[in-house]
């Protein structure tokens, strides 16, 4: 029997070993498409969708998904129980495999929604929406928050929270390991300022064994990613599984001892072209999809022209195949003259 690698256990991997984290805008449905062809076995995560969207919305658009994302966890945004447990009837009957609460989204449209980080100086309504939803649905129900709220740094605040949450029945909690500021920061300084402090994710995870502590928050890097597993059940990578995506093609192998579903990425890049074909038949501009494989041959020379191609809005027009066939001229071309990786 062949040696396992030394980072992946000797029994089962936690199904949260490793996570693309929510993000609006980015982790959509061709998203994960994308991210599937490159790891099977990472955990991919929806855009936060809001309950009055689902309630008062175009249902399908915002939780229809393909087969193959599996397993893909829908995040609500949202505090009132009733319209969280009925949310999560909609994820449960549409196939979803977990639904998150997000207790960590620090921008202004969230807070006046009185929902996201604000929700972490109301750990009693937290539970009440989780017991809502666990009484609702037999998915696990999991929440993502921060550790803890403007400057104050103590430590007792994010246990006091976690405790009472997972009285009323979370197993699994999303550690974003960075404070969240509800005051002078933009969402994205949010994500930038507050300092990381990854040794709060392995207190909790000490002080609660019985729990999945999965940790978020700046990881990049499968060193990085490993380092971290010695403390916590999971991590979730978010920017940087985004911004270089080839990253995610190890995992697979490293973490969870399995062969790696992509093994360049030319054919992840003609598997792409394909679906955003399937997807041009059914109404979907390629270009839609096109946005999230940008970053694909980062790194490798050729990548900038490559990158102007797929995003030349004069091809909009055309197939996505032909756009394809464009964008391999200048990258060989660029390849064969040495011009430096971008």
Known sequence: MPAVPASVPAVEPSPWRLCVAPMLDWTDRHCRHFHRLLSKHARLYTEMVTTGALLHGDQPRHLDFGDEEHPVALQLGGSEPS???????????WGYDEVNLNCGCPSPRVQRGAFGACLMNEPALVADAVKAMRDAVSLPVTVKHRIGLGKDESYAFVRDFVGTVAAAG?????????????????????????????EVAHRLK?????????????????????????????????????????????????????????QDRAAVELAMVRYMERQAAAGVPWAHVARHMLGLWNGEAGARRWRQVWSDHRLKGEPAAVVHALAQRPARVAAEQGVPAA
Request: glycine residues 8%; charged residues 25%.
């Open 206 to 262: 000490a002080e609660f064994p019985a729990l999945t502590i999965v940790v978020n928050g700046g990881i990049a890097g499968d060193e990085a990613i490993a380092a971290q597993l010695a403390h916590v059940d999971g991590v979730m990578v978010g920017r940087a599984a985004y911004h270089e995506p080839w990253t995610l093609a190890t995992w697979d192998e490293r973490f969870f001892g399995e062969p790696a579903p992509a």
């Open 170 to 198: 979370c197993e699994v909690f999303i550690v974003h390991a960075r404070n969240a500021w509800l005051e002078g920061l933009s969402p994205k300084e949010n994500r930038d300022i507050p300092p990381l402090r990854y």
């Open 83 to 93: 319209d969280l447990a009925a949310c999560a009837k909609l994820a449960e009957r």
